[in-house]
């Protein structure tokens, strides 16, 4: 990996922050070059939220990039608003529990999985955006999933320890996902 750049985009309360902030700190465990770059409206929850990541083995020039490797969403007006965004060759990670539509663009990859659906039929509704995380490490190379796990384990607080496991399965369930 040289340089990879993510934008998680979606509703408030679905943890799209966290999602973006556990990338970045798998980054920094792995010493490598890191941005996190959160944008969120006034709304506690309901209200739009995302993240830029980028990832990289150089100094990063900018935290934005307007054309991201990857764009994963989790909400229809999101992903209206960013699809066109991605860069060729790049890849869409779309929640097609809350996004029926699908992208006509060629020169991307494709991944549609039922993130919320799959989270609340596996008794764990909060952690959708844990499965799709799961399913970027199965569709890029950006990290392994031990390497995810590790950083994981290092930055959940005490209080949440408990949630450790969960949050694995749900990783596992988004990587071994197949449509």
């Known amino acids: 990996m040289s340089t ?3 934008f998680i985009a979606g509703f408030g309360g679905q943890g799209i922050l966290f999602a973006g902030k556990q990338l970045a700190l798998a980054g920094m465990y792995l010493n490598k070059k890191v941005t996190w770059l959160p944008s969120y409206g006034p709304e506690t929850r309901g209200g739009s939220s995302n ?3 980028i990832i990289s083995d150089e ?3 900018s935290p934005i990039t307007p054309h991201p490797d ?3 969403v989790m909400n229809l007006p999101m992903y ?13 990670i779309c929640d097609s529990s809350l996004i029926n539509e699908k ?3 060629e020169d991307i990859n494709k991944y549609y999985i039922p ?3 799959i989270a609340y039929d596996n008794d764990m509704p909060i952690l959708a955006n844990v499965i799709m995380l799961g399913k970027l490490l199965s569709a890029t190379n950006i990290f392994t999933m031990d390497e995810l796990v590790m950083s994981m384990q290092k930055s959940i607080p005490q209080s949440k320890k408990d949630l450790l496991d969960m949050n694995i399965k749900a990783l596992n369930i988004g990587f071994d ?3």
Do not use: M, P, W
């Open 4 to 6: 990879h750049s993510v």
């Open 59 to 61: 100094e990063i020039g």
């Open 80 to 92: 209206t608003k960013f699809q066109k965004s991605i860069a060729k060759g790049g890849n869409l």
């Open 115 to 117: 993130a919320t659906t």
């Open 51 to 53: 993240c830029t990541v």
């Open 177 to 179: 996902y197949a449509e």
């Open 103 to 105: 992208s006509d663009r």
């Open 70 to 72: 990857t764009l994963i």
